[in-house]
Structure formats: structure tokens, C-alpha cells
């Protein structure tokens, strides 16, 4: 297609209040369009661009025996109350009630209905271990969405859930998990740092987070050690900086910050175990 009829149209300035490079880079490359707060239109060159993201996403989930499914959007309240997530999980999920009556929720992560899926499907433990994924668009009603892409309302969003027979399964799986969402962001050549984070509202055990290194000043913290901080700026290299003067320092790559990494277009999801009422999930 020749550029001239290709759907796009570039800005001379940015919004005044897109604050990071990337959200006014996107806007004035008019590869965006903001519809409402959180909410974007993609042109077709942001497009073929999240395609190919999601295409490199799929091959590491295909490589690891990944199956790719597609849920529901729209859900039954029953499923999340059956976890007790419906009540639990703040405004940020979006309820309503259909014209029968029925208590339905927009699903902002799916650990409720695979879970009844696969519930339905497998009737033994020697069909385990059972690892499924998809590509899907979902919607959180974020009550501060900013930076662009990188804090939105509606997106799209690579989530994977895995079923074991027991611990050890599930442990060995993890890994082999990790090491494909490391093998995602080295495909796509983005830098990140793997570190543990909060379960949060998904429950489990272990959880690591892929934090997307960038210029300027941030803060990453050590759980295990309260009073240890991770110092990255422009002028400086990363370093572990013992707040209370009695840890030692490693140094790090320079010129970088930390920022939860978002992945590709959608990969919102960390790489987590998840338990749910279920069992290990």
C-alpha cells in the first residue's frame, strides 16, 4: 500500500498532558488516537505492530505446550463469587445486570473461568499437567490511567493458566514459564529486571514481576531486605544501596530506572502462581 492512502496522520506537538517520551512519540507518529481517558484507537501501522508483538507471544507459549483458547468477556457473577473474588476486587471490575436479571462482571483476568473450563474437561489427574493460553482484549476500570499505553482501560492481553497434578509440577512449569516471558521481552529486545513482587488479589505463593528499564530516576526495593533500595539514574549505574549503611552496594547496568513492564501490548500479566478455590491453578 502506498503511504499516500495508508490511514495515519502525524502531529507537530504533543498533547500537554502526555509526560512520557513513548506516549508522545505514539501520538505524534499518529500511530494512536485517544478515544477517552485510558481508552486508544490504533492505526493500522500500531496494528500490524501488535500483531507481530503478539505473534512472537504465541510462538514462546506454543514452544512451552500452551493452548491457545479464547473466553469469555462478559462472565457470570456466580463464577467470581464461587472464589470470592466478586466481592473482594474493588471498583475496578466492571458489574452489571442483564435484561434477565443476571449479575454479570467485564472479566479483567480469567482464573475464574478457565478454571471452569478445564473443571468440565479433565475428569482424572493423568490428563495433567494442562497449560492453556490467549490473546484477548479486556477492560479495567482503572481509576488513574496514565502514560499512555501503559496504564490503560481497555487493552489487550496475553494471560496463561496451568493445571498440575501436584507441587513439583507446578514449580517445574514455573520455570519453564519464566524463562519464556524472558525469551518474549530478548525477542522484542527490550531490557527488563526480573524480581519478586506481591501475589496481590490472585492469591499464591510466588509471583515475579519484569521491570522495563528506561532513562531517569526510580526505585525498586528488595523484599527481603526493608531497608535496601535499588537507586537507577541517568547519571549514575544501578546499584543496590543499603538505606541503612551496613549492606554493601552491586553495581548494575547504567542509566536506567525501574517501571513494571506492561510487555507485549497486553502483557499486563506477570508470570504468577495462582490459587484458586480450586486447587494450584
Same mark, same amino acid.
Request: charged share 25%; proline share 4%.
Given at each position: 500500500m502506498r503511504?499516500?492512502?495508508?490511514?495515519?496522520?502525524t502531529e507537530?506537538e504533543?498533547?500537554?498532558?502526555?509526560?512520557?517520551?513513548?506516549?508522545?512519540?505514539l501520538?505524534?507518529? *499518529?500511530l494512536?488516537?485517544?478515544?477517552s481517558?485510558?481508552?486508544?484507537?490504533?492505526?493500522?501501522?500500531?496494528?500490524?505492530?501488535l500483531?507481530?508483538?503478539?505473534?512472537?507471544?504465541?510462538s514462546?507459549?506454543?514452544r512451552i505446550?500452551g493452548?491457545e483458547?479464547?473466553?469469555?468477556?462478559?462472565?457470570?457473577?456466580?463464577?467470581?463469587?464461587?472464589?470470592?473474588?466478586?466481592?473482594?476486587?474493588?471498583?475496578?471490575?466492571v458489574?452489571?445486570?442483564?435484561? !434477565?436479571?443476571l449479575?454479570?462482571?467485564?472479566?479483567?483476568?480469567?482464573?475464574?473461568?478457565?478454571?471452569d473450563?478445564?473443571?468440565?474437561?479433565v475428569?482424572?489427574?493423568?490428563?495433567?499437567?494442562?497449560a492453556?493460553?490467549?490473546?484477548?482484549?479486556?477492560?479495567?476500570?482503572e481509576?488513574r490511567?496514565?502514560?499512555g499505553?501503559i496504564?490503560?482501560r481497555?487493552?489487550l492481553?496475553k494471560d496463561?493458566?496451568?493445571?498440575?497434578?501436584?507441587?513439583? !509440577?507446578?514449580a517445574k512449569?514455573?520455570a519453564?514459564?519464566?524463562e519464556?516471558?524472558?525469551?518474549?521481552?530478548r525477542?522484542?529486545?527490550?531490557?527488563t529486571i526480573k524480581?519478586?513482587?506481591?501475589?496481590?488479589?490472585? *492469591?499464591?505463593?510466588?509471583?515475579h514481576?519484569?521491570?522495563?528499564?528506561?532513562?531517569?530516576?526510580?526505585?525498586?526495593?528488595?523484599?527481603?531486605?526493608?531497608?535496601?533500595?535499588?537507586?537507577?539514574?541517568?547519571?549514575?549505574?544501578?546499584?543496590?544501596?543499603?538505606m541503612?549503611?551496613h549492606?554493601?552496594?552491586?553495581?548494575?547496568?547504567?542509566?536506567c530506572?525501574?517501571?513494571?513492564? *506492561? *510487555?507485549a501490548?497486553?502483557l499486563?500479566?506477570t508470570?504468577?502462581?495462582?490459587?484458586?478455590?480450586y486447587?494450584?491453578v
Amino acid at each position: 500500500m502506498r503511504m499516500s492512502q495508508l490511514l495515519f496522520k502525524t502531529e507537530k506537538e504533543s498533547p500537554a498532558d502526555a509526560r512520557l517520551i513513548s506516549h508522545r512519540l505514539l501520538l505524534r507518529a *499518529g500511530l494512536v488516537k485517544q478515544v477517552s481517558a485510558g481508552v486508544y484507537s490504533l492505526t493500522p501501522l500500531a496494528w500490524r505492530i501488535l500483531q507481530r508483538i503478539s505473534e512472537i507471544a504465541r510462538s514462546e507459549m506454543n514452544r512451552i505446550g500452551g493452548q491457545e483458547i479464547l473466553l469469555p468477556v462478559a462472565q457470570p457473577a456466580s463464577l467470581w463469587e464461587e472464589t470470592g473474588r466478586y466481592e473482594t476486587i474493588d471498583a475496578s471490575l466492571v458489574r452489571w445486570r442483564d435484561r !434477565s436479571g443476571l449479575d454479570m462482571v467485564l472479566a479483567m483476568t480469567n482464573e475464574e473461568a478457565v478454571t471452569d473450563l478445564v473443571r468440565h474437561v479433565v475428569h482424572s489427574y493423568r490428563q495433567l499437567p494442562i497449560a492453556v493460553y490467549q490473546i484477548q482484549t479486556k477492560y479495567r476500570d482503572e481509576a488513574r490511567p496514565r502514560g499512555g499505553l501503559i496504564r490503560l482501560r481497555e487493552f489487550l492481553m496475553k494471560d496463561a493458566y496451568s493445571f498440575h497434578r501436584d507441587a513439583d !509440577s507446578l514449580a517445574k512449569y514455573y520455570a519453564q514459564m519464566s524463562e519464556a516471558y524472558e525469551s518474549f521481552y530478548r525477542r522484542c529486545g527490550i531490557e527488563t529486571i526480573k524480581v519478586e513482587s506481591d501475589t496481590g488479589m490472585m *492469591g499464591g505463593g510466588v509471583a515475579h514481576e519484569f521491570m522495563l528499564l528506561s532513562a531517569g530516576h526510580g526505585v525498586l526495593r528488595d523484599r527481603h531486605i526493608p531497608h535496601a533500595r535499588l537507586y537507577c539514574g541517568s547519571k549514575s549505574r544501578r546499584r543496590w544501596h543499603c538505606m541503612a549503611g551496613h549492606c554493601g552496594a552491586v553495581s548494575m547496568p547504567p542509566d536506567c530506572s525501574g517501571k513494571r513492564s *506492561g *510487555g507485549a501490548v497486553g502483557l499486563r500479566r506477570t508470570v504468577r502462581m495462582v490459587r484458586s478455590r480450586y486447587g494450584p491453578v
